[in-house]
């Protein structure tokens, strides 16, 4: 039938009846914390009964492989009636169906369950019209009541709302960073509970779902009822102004073609001006005439060489020993650059393409080998990465401030780098500016708090944080120096000895080989792995490597302000942190998949 991330479901058939088989993968079994919250799941979900949830009829964790079979449930799921046939999902089917979901809600909590990962897949429509919440959407962990509250809300807020918007404005990621839009076409009354259950402050929700349920028993009869027509955006404080349908005009007017001309204006300035640089750039460029520049001079072009017939062919290649497929004389021997990207020996000039730019700020990195956490040619640490986009500068707190609530950082200041961000808010923060550049998210957030899983798509061209590989190739920069760029930390860091213990304004040193800044001082940097102290001595790939599986702690890299000169500023020196807490002088750069 399908798979999620404890096994594989099946649909089999005994004595005449349906069921769901769920086999599930001897991993979800080896892991300690894993298999407790699991057993613990099963256990209570086997003693759930209640007419509006999936029927548990047997569980078998000694069997290898484990099982759980689930009545069969012959419906349609609310994704597939959002999907296919929108208009069944009427404000009277909601007010018919939400009280039977809270009262479900209640009986799972009863069994120290949850609702916490529900979704609209996870609620099905029986051939009563009745709704039957799946198990696989029900489960154990630790949270308040007022949170599941928060789960039932967003559900209807999605269900009501319009196709083009039920993804953006009312996804939980954007739900729980900005206050809660009206929805146009629902009852205002309908909208002011729904507005209470998804405030963002937890403290402001319904205390239980009891009341909840008692707010819409108390709700007046929908015939007659004061509809949104426009957005209300008495709730919001969204920093820009969502329309869900534009008004249409008897004829075009004076402000349409002042429109048009400002925007005609505005194109012609990205393409003849620096004006890219002067809006997001950090070093206070002037705007100045470029004139148009299609050519393929730019330092980010990508030669390409070689067999024409290979798909990739600047792709690293994995051998026996996860070594590039290189030539011994296609390999630098410059003591100071082994970790330079790998070049083609072919001497016939090539065609140039030209590689995507995310724009100025961002440099292009090539594949390339690196001896992973060393600072000499390891055979046994060598690695290869695929070409990437990295910021040349940390990410600000005016670009943080532009799509976030402003951090508690250490040192206020637009142009200084931000800090005291979690590595959670950090992922929501590359998808919501991916979405507003109009590229693909790179990430997939599930769940809240410490129960949060986030999992990452590598071939989405969205904001990301970088692997710890990716990160110390940038830093290194094809150079075995101690320091990002220098031997001499005065030359490229802002740290303990220097900076009096301040934020700098982000390129205010030396760049290193490749153009980038601050990859050694100012503020340290999280990357996307997992910590493990051992992780480097025994690797488990030699091709891009991500870092462990799974951890309890994210990976830092590159020093602070408050690293003394030495060891704790050196290139190689590793951190942990947890991924849910925000710490002082630490921060984050962004990367791009090319």
Known sequence: MNKDTEGIKYIAAKDGNEYILKIFYKSSFSNMSTLFGLQMRLSRLNKLKDTHTAKV???????????????????????????????????????????????????????????????????????????????SAIGYEESDEREDVFILAMIVAQVLSKATLYKSIYSEARLRASKFTYINGVSMDLNKILAECLHRNITQRYASLEGLLTALAELPALEGAEI?????????????????????KARIELGFWILVIVVIALILMLFTTNIYTVLFGTKGDKLHYTGF??????????????????????????????ELKNKPSEISTDPRRINTPAQSSTTSRSPVVQAPKPGSNFKYIEPGVLAFGRLGDNLANSV??????????????GEWNRLMKPAAVTTVGDNLPVDNVSWFDIAIYCN?????????PAYKIRGIGASRVVTVDWRANGYRLPSEAEWELAAKAGELYHY??????????????NSAGKLRTPGGKNANNWGLYD????????????????????????????????????????????????????????????????????????????
């Not at 009427?90 to 799972?108: C, D, F, G, N, W």
């Not at 949104?228 to 249409?248: F, K, R």
């Open 228 to 248: 949104c027509t426009t957005l209300e955006q008495s709730v919001a404080d969204d920093t820009y102004a969502i329309t869900e349908e534009a008004v249409p």
């Open 384 to 397: 290869s990465l695929s070409g990437f986009y990295i910021s040349k500068y940390e990410v600000t707190q």
């Open 57 to 135: 009829v047997e569980v078998n964790q000694t069997h290898s492989p484990a099982y759980m079979a689930i009545e069969y449930v012959h419906g349609v799921s609310l994704a597939e009636i959002k999907k296919y046939n929108p208009e069944r999902l009427s404000e009277e089917l909601v007010r018919r169906l939400l009280p039977m979901l809270i009262k479900t809600a209640v009986q799972i909590r009863k069994h120290g369950l949850t609702l916490m990962t529900l979704t609209l897949n996870g609620i099905m429509l029986n051939d009563k019209e009745e709704p039957v919440i799946l198990s």
């Open 432 to 440: 919501g500016r991916s979405e507003v550049e109009g590229l693909e």
């Open 293 to 322: 520049q299609f050519g393929t001079d730019d330092e980010d072009s990508l030669e390409v060489s070689g067999d024409m017939n290979l798909s990739r062919s600047a792709d690293p290649q994995q051998t026996t020993y996860g």
């Open 519 to 594: 990859m050694s001082g100012n503020v340290s940097e999280w990357v996307w792995d997992w910590y493990d102290a051992n992780y480097l001595r025994a690797l488990p790939t030699f091709v891009n490597p991500t870092g462990p599986a799974t951890g309890t702690q994210k990976t830092i890299r590159g020093g602070s302000v408050m690293s003394g000169e030495g060891r704790a500023l050196n290139l190689l020196n590793r951190e942990k942190g947890d991924p849910n807490r925000q710490y002082q002088y630490v921060g984050f750069r962004l990367v791009r998949t090319k």
């Open 484 to 497: 990002s760029g220098s031997d001499d930390a005065t030359e490229v860091a802002w740290y303990r000895e």
